[in-house]
């Protein structure tokens, strides 16, 4: 028996022999499209975080031509929410949006991406914005596709990392003329000037992982290869002082896809993040291995069951293409699961119209198999970025999923028997949600490892709980390993409840 094989088999859940798919229940939301031209044919993200204090969370949705649009959670039992956007949110042009908290206040700011200048907004109480004025951050013109951020060691504030797609204002474009990423790193309390990371192959998503376990966040890049300069590939930077590309002789394997979307997450128990990339055409399941001594990662995608290369039903048989990408246990049976959003870019030949999107639940020997059908959740729109959280704080995933061209979509995930926790991470210093953490979580099944990050997807970020499902375990043990590497201590909780952990 291969050796990542044997370890997905002992810390599967003892729920069940077969992976239970969920119930999901569309709810009727109120009105919202994200549209447009060429330039938003890409992006269409959400932003999922609390923003008022309630504890649960608003959703922050782009609108690309039209003003994106804020929804308040009005959730009791059932999900809930209202249209409430105050006028810094009311914009067009945006692509995307992720939460996080830039100058360690407690309350969740936001990036916003754009076709234009990006934004970096200060949150203030009962989900009030507005610019910052004192950071020194300012964004140039640019078509933003990506994000991620992260604390390097001694900063107070985040560096913040854009991905940018084609540089529409060259007129030898639109192919081969891909933007930089764009990268802000901070001095005291502002920001430097931004460095250009190049060459830039087209991003679509963004990642900082600490993949190596040192306390180093690197880059990593996902491209668009329809509009790759020669030679281009998927990319990871190192973030030297002077960030470098990573190489084959560093065990970086070069690749090249139509990236779209980044997944990360340690499905083997290990430790160590693996990851799924979404893509036109394909979508990619990668395994790391530890023994190759660097940023190596090898293919797993047949062997696991997760091609999710043309659609599953309504009788397309034309390859798919893959949008936003996310780990979680939807049915909380101790399993990660995947989620991914699927849709024509608009009207492309030899591509599928018909595109569902992809629910791969994982089985206890390790494999995934589709259940969006069963699941209620197999839209045929075109669908970009999406969530799964709990919008209503019952232990559940739910999701939540933007169109293009078509009204956004929430579903309310059915709870069942399966137990859970969720846990409220923080520390009273800077970076309060503690971005680059490690979390271990303990049961009679193993130890399942999560860093907490912000990034990936596609142009989708959530902040705020971290969910676990537990199948049919009464307590667990949970550990954090802080930004810094200090370890907590181990510490035994019972199921069913929200945990806050604050260092």
């Known amino acids: 028996m291969r050796p990542e094989l044997f370890i997905l088999l002992a810390f599967a859940s003892a729920a069940s022999a077969e992976s239970r798919a969920p119930q999901f ?25 609390d923003c008022d204090g309630d504890g649960l969370p608003e959703l922050f949705a782009a609108g690309g031509t039209n003003a994106s649009k804020l929804f308040r959670n009005t959730s009791r039992e059932g999900l809930s929410f209202r249209a409430d956007t105050p006028e810094p949110l009311a914009i067009t042009g945006v692509t995307g949006a992720y939460p996080l908290d830039v100058d360690s206040d407690g309350i969740l700011d936001l990036a916003v991406l754009r076709v234009g200048p990006d934004l970096l907004l200060k949150g203030e109480p009962d989900c009030k914005f507005r610019r910052f004025s004192t950071l020194g951050f300012q964004s140039e013109d640019h078509w933003t596709t990506g994000f991620s951020a992260t604390w390097e060691t001694n900063q107070t504030l985040p560096t913040l990392a854009f991905g940018t797609y084609v540089e529409r204002r060259n007129p030898d474009g639109p192919f081969e003329t891909c933007g930089p990423t764009v990268l802000f790193r901070p001095t005291g309390d502002s920001y430097q000037p931004p460095d250009h990371l190049e060459p830039g192959y087209c991003a679509l998503s963004i990642l900082f992982s600490d993949w190596s376990r040192t306390g180093q966040a690197d880059l990593r890049v996902s491209n668009d290869r329809h509009y790759y300069v020669r030679g281009g ?3 990871l930077w190192a973030m030297e002082e002077t960030p470098s590309l990573y190489s084959k002789e560093d065990g970086w394997l070069p690749y090249s896809i139509w990236g779209m979307g980044i997944a990360s997450r340690d499905l083997t128990g ?19 291995d530890p023994k190759a001594g660097g940023p190596t990662w090898r293919d797993a995608t047949f062997g696991k069951g997760t091609t999710a290369h ?39 030949p030899d591509a599928a ?10 089985k206890e020997n390790g494999q995934f198999l589709e259940a969006s059908v069963e699941a209620g959740i197999a839209s045929m729109a075109k669908s970009r970025g999406a969530a799964l959280a709990d919008l209503n704080n019952d232990g559940w995933l739910d999701l939540v999923v933007v169109n293009r061209g078509s009204e956004l979509e929430v579903y309310q995930n059915q709870p069942n028997t399966e137990n859970w926790v969720m846990l409220d991470i923080s520390q009273n210093k800077s970076n309060r949600f503690a971005v680059g953490s490690f979390i271990e979580a303990k049961t009679a099944s193993g130890i399942e490892t999560r860093e907490i990050t912000i990034g990936g997807g596609h142009a989708s970020g959530i902040a705020g709980l971290h969910h ?18 200090e370890k907590g201590a181990w510490k035994e909780y019972q199921s069913n409840q929200i945990i806050r952990i604050e260092r």
């Open 310 to 348: 043309r659609p599953h039903t309504g009788g397309d048989g034309r390859p798919s293409t893959g949008w936003h990408a996310q780990f979680g246990d939807v049915n909380n049976d101790g399993l990660d699961d995947i989620f991914v959003a699927k849709g024509n870019v608009e009207q492309m």
């Open 25 to 49: 229940q569309k709810i009727e939301l109120g009105t919202h499209i994200y549209d447009g031209g060429w330039e938003h044919f890409v992006g269409g993200g959400v932003a999922v975080f």
């Open 468 to 485: 676990f499902g537990l199948g049919d375990a009464e307590a667990i043990k949970v550990r954090v390993i802080w930004p810094d590497g």
């Open 353 to 362: 119209f018909d595109d569902p999107n992809n629910l791969l639940l994982q």
């Open 270 to 288: 290990d430790g160590f993040p693996e990851v799924y990339l979404t893509s036109m055409g394909d979508q990619k399941l990668q395994i790391f």
């Open 233 to 235: 590939q998927e990319q």
